[in-house]
């Protein structure tokens, strides 16, 4: 995807939903209806600086007049969210991507959802959705504070399922294992920090099996859990641009990319937002991202130029 596919939007309102959470209601600049969307689903957003950043939609999919997306102010995030904070009110234009979902629900009899902190924000019309279709849900929310806790007013307004408030002050770590150990035939979703969706995925593993949990990430794992390889270089072909270029052992392929094609659209370069996402036409990647399942890795269908490269000597993609 490139610079073409943005499309304009403004800001309407801009809502305080806690000390360092921000609620921004984007809509279209004509007021027509924005493109629609699935619970789960993000857009990836191209701010006046230029950085793009990916937020997940958490209003009312049904409603296409506006997206909700809620920026937690994060003092170590990469500037994005302070940019957001800081720059963006009431009347400002922004350029967006058409909404995708890589956290996509799935049918199940029952549903367990675990939110921590600003993770709660894709979980929200999920809930919405699971409650439509008058299945039983359990949410446990953690956070630092009961007062970091985003949407509370809305979460209160559910009646279809179970609300755990898990505030860390109060009650310590997430016990991880026992809520998983009540997950079995449920259909089990995850956002939150790294650290507790790392966690999360090594407990599913053993107590559920592979494959039973679903998360996104809003940021990279941590750096201990990223196997080390060796760089080779390989013969990048980008079909729709009619590229043929090397790419070295010290290169990634998405800055051999941008160096033909520069307004790629990227956005976190660590692999876990997916805005880079490519469609491999032949030959074989080495994935490296944390955002693919586990069956598009084996499908070798996609792949994430930013952070992956290629185990064959030739690779084309659909660029």
């Not at 004509?30 to 993000?42: E, F, I, K």
């Not at 520069?262 to 491999?280: K, N, R, S």
Request: glycine content about 8%; hydrophobic content about 40%.
């Amino acid at each position: 995807m490139t610079e073409a596919s943005l499309f304009p939007v403004a800001v309407a309102d801009k809502v305080p939903a806690t000390a360092d959470v921000v609620s921004f209601r984007l809509i279209s600049l004509d007021g027509s209806r924005l493109p629609a969307w699935t619970p789960g689903a993000h857009i990836d957003v191209r701010l006046p600086s230029g950085l793009v950043r990916q937020y997940s939609l958490n209003g009312d999919y049904r409603d296409l007049s506006s997206y909700r997306i809620g920026v937690l102010n994060d003092p170590a995030s990469r500037g994005g969210s302070a940019e957001f904070h800081r720059d963006v009110t009431v009347g400002s234009q922004l350029r967006i991507r058409p909404p995708r979902n890589r956290f996509e629900l799935e049918l199940a009899g029952r549903y367990v959802f675990i939110a921590g902190g600003i993770g709660i924000t894709p979980i929200l019309p999920m809930i919405a959705h699971v409650e439509e279709l008058h299945r039983p849900w359990k949410l446990v929310y953690g956070a630092r504070t009961r007062a970091a806790m985003a949407y509370l007013p809305e979460l209160r307004s559910r009646t279809g399922g179970e609300v755990v408030l898990a505030p860390q002050d109060e009650c310590g770590l997430l016990d991880l294992e026992a809520i998983l150990r009540e997950c079995r035939t449920a259909g089990v979703y995850a956002c939150g920090p790294s650290a507790m969706l790392t966690a999360l995925e090594k407990r599913a593993a053993e107590i559920l099996g592979p494959g039973h949990l679903r998360l996104e990430r809003f940021s990279a794992p941590p750096g201990d859990l990223v196997v080390a390889r060796e760089n080779r270089p390989f013969e990048l072909e980008l079909a729709q641009t009619g590229v043929r270029t090397a790419v070295g052992a010290d290169q990634a392929t998405l800055d051999v990319i941008l160096e033909h094609i520069p307004d790629y659209l990227y956005g976190c370069q660590e692999g876990y937002c997916g805005t880079c996402i490519a469609t491999v036409i032949s030959g074989v990647p080495e994935h490296r991202d944390s955002c693919l399942t586990e069956a598009e890795h084996y499908s070798n269908a996609l792949m994430t130029p930013c952070v992956s490269r290629a185990r064959s000597l030739r690779l084309v993609l659909d660029i």
